[in-house]
């Protein structure tokens, strides 16, 4: 079969952009629409091995002289004519030429009854098919017709004067056929039961009609099988057909270009910016990043860094009691691979901010896109919604907050509050010493010093407790400063482990379903050119 095309791009390019747009809308589209094109492959791929022979069939009504015409063409009585069709319903076929090809191809086209024509180079390549009734009583005809139609590369539609505008073969068939005028013929047969100026009505009757039916490329001619007129110059336009050993490739390139015209009907204008905007990109981070808990993990770190802080620069003699507070990040148990944190499941007002933001998402993805596109992104933003939970926690939990570390001045602080401490305590003992040597009625051999008329024990006591206390006062907004700081860089941090959960799960689902309708449509017209 030959691959050269009258015009538009070759049929190998169209046939390969048609399977590369059934690829993208397997599973997304329609059923039937990606059916119908996957047929249109297939037969392309089994015709392409079945040689270069032109098939031709001759289609009509009940009584409009189709099987006496194709005995006429055949030479031969191939086909029993009559008011009635025979009710096996198979066709008939007459060859001409011995390849051998021609047997395969009427094995494909499951057409058992065949008649091989004498040599006849003018019409050597040609297999003459006569179909069934297609207004036939029997649902098997009329199936094996519409079969039929679809596979043949030449269809020849046989009209008789009374019936030829009937509204079942035009609504049926021949509309649906406008895209492949360049393929079909249509025959008004019977001519010799009208005068000539009956003929010449009902020929321009039947142009009419046919025109505004978008067949005005469709050869009409006017033939009696009985008589013999017309025939000539109908087995010549046949004999056009074989010689040109295109009409397969023609016929192909019409199914093409058809299944093409119906898938694009799923495409949408081309999107040339990202698939959702920044302000829904940026309303799904925070839905998700507030139901996976990222203010309760944040408050936690300010809760943590308030806690050893205090500690740290806290009086020595007390700050242990921090130390039997529970850690606020252990209790999350945050930083264990494969297991669940302890954070609190999202809540109700949570859940209806992310459904939310995922529809928010998926609307903006979806502006400007067919029905069945909207559709796929919906499913999308479903089966992204039920991974959520696992992946966000998992990120969560997986982030790194910072490390644990005291800074160097609440060492320095720490260290001087141990210092107050033992002058604290110095005086104490002072203090003890002095009370012992009272009782034992010393304390005149040992004077105590003085300043300002204050003892220095008393000083050395109060005064380290209470520059203690100043000191931990004091360091203490320093903390809670650095509290803060700690909590807002974790929060950038469990933020940006969230954003990349929205890219991953749903912002990339969203554009990759976006980027297929392009590649989609993009396909669709070049099997279209």
Do not use: I
């Amino acid at each position: 079969m030959s691959r050269r095309q009258g015009r538009g791009a070759p049929l190998a390019d169209r046939l390969a952009a048609l399977r590369e747009a059934v690829e993208v809308a397997d599973g997304r589209l329609e059923a039937d629409a990606v059916g119908r094109s996957r047929a249109v492959l297939a037969k392309a791929g089994a015709r392409e091995a079945l040689g270069g022979a032109t098939v031709v069939a001759l289609a009509g009504a009940t009584g409009s002289g189709k099987s006496t015409l194709f005995n006429a063409l055949s030479g031969a009585e191939v086909s029993a004519p009559g008011v009635r069709r025979p009710t096996t319903g198979t066709a008939h076929a007459t060859v001409w030429g011995a390849d051998d090809s021609s047997d395969r191809l009427l094995d494909w086209l499951e057409v058992p009854r065949r008649h091989r024509h004498a040599p006849e180079p003018a019409l050597d390549g040609l297999v003459l098919l006569d179909l069934p009734d297609h207004d036939s009583v029997r649902l098997e005809h009329r199936l094996e017709v519409d079969r039929l139609v679809q596979l043949v590369d030449v269809l020849v539609w046989v009209l008789d004067p009374e019936k030829y505008a009937d509204a079942a073969v035009h609504e049926r068939y021949l509309v649906p056929l406008a895209g492949h005028a360049g393929v079909l013929l249509v025959v008004l047969n019977q001519v010799d039961r009208l005068d000539a100026v009956a003929v010449r009505a009902c020929l321009a009757d039947l142009r009419a009609l046919l025109d505004r039916e978008g067949l005005a490329a469709t050869p009409l001619l006017a033939v009696s099988a009985r008589t013999g007129a017309g025939l000539g110059e109908l087995r010549g336009e046949l004999a056009r057909r074989v010689s040109a050993r295109r009409a397969a490739t023609d016929r192909l390139a019409a199914d093409v270009r058809a299944s093409a015209a119906e898938l694009a009907g799923h495409c949408g204008p081309a999107g040339s910016g990202p698939a959702v905007g920044p302000d829904d990109r940026a309303r799904l981070t925070a839905a998700l990043g507030d139901a996976a808990g990222v203010p309760a993990v944040v408050s936690a770190v300010a809760r943590a860094v308030r806690r050893d802080g205090t500690a740290a620069t806290g009086w020595p003699v007390v700050r242990w009691t921090r130390r039997l507070r529970p850690d606020p990040l252990d209790r999350l148990h945050l930083g264990r691979e494969g297991a669940r944190s302890s954070l609190p499941a999202a809540g109700t007002v949570q859940r209806a901010a992310v459904e939310r933001a995922l529809r928010g998402a998926r609307d903006s993805a979806g502006e400007g896109l067919p029905e069945s596109w909207r559709d796929e992104l919906r499913r999308t933003a479903e089966d992204a919604g039920d991974r959520l939970p696992d992946r966000l926690d998992a990120a969560v939990a997986g982030t790194d907050l910072g490390p644990r570390t005291t800074p160097l001045w609440q060492r320095a602080v720490g260290g001087l509050q141990w210092l107050l401490a033992l002058v604290a305590l110095a005086g104490a003992l002072w203090l003890l010493a002095l009370v012992l040597l009272g009782f034992l009625q010393l304390d005149d051999v040992v004077p105590v010093p003085r300043v300002e008329g204050l003892p220095v024990p008393t000083l050395l006591l109060v005064g380290g407790l209470l520059a203690g206390a100043l000191l931990a006062l004091l360091a203490r907004p320093l903390v809670g400063l650095r509290a803060r700081r700690r909590a807002r860089r974790a929060e950038l941090r469990l933020r940006g482990a969230v954003d990349v959960v929205a890219q991953e799960e749903v912002l990339g689902p969203l554009g990759e379903v976006r980027a297929d309708h392009a590649r989609f449509c993009a396909a669709v017209a070049r099997a279209a050119r």
